[in-house]
């Protein structure tokens, strides 16, 4: 398992970095959500309602090894234990 973790606030959905304004998605009045993506989520509500856990940590999977410089395996492995941390899968 790799020693590194996404640092600062990450997406609550699918654990990208939102790291500027513009990463953060929307909630129903127009205000950028401290919590999710733009990719998951606008104007109050998730892009992919139906998507699974599973679904999103394969879709996750490359991000998230690029942004931490590991393997693809090391990257799945790391997203299986953090997801069920995150606020959409609890």
Avoid: V
Avoid at 4 to 26: D, F, V
Wanted: hydrophobic share 30%.
């Amino acid at each position: 398992m790799t020693s590194r973790k996404l640092i600062g606030p990450i997406c609550q959905s699918c654990a990208a970095p939102l790291k500027k304004l513009e990463h953060k998605g929307t909630e129903a009045n127009g205000t950028r959500s401290d919590e999710y993506c733009s990719d998951c989520y606008e104007a109050g509500e998730f892009l992919e309602p139906e998507i699974t856990m599973k679904e999103m940590i394969e879709l996750s999977l490359s991000t998230t090894a690029k942004e931490l410089d590991i393997t693809i395996e090391e990257a799945k492995n790391y997203l299986q234990s953090l997801f069920p941390t995150l606020k959409r899968w609890r």
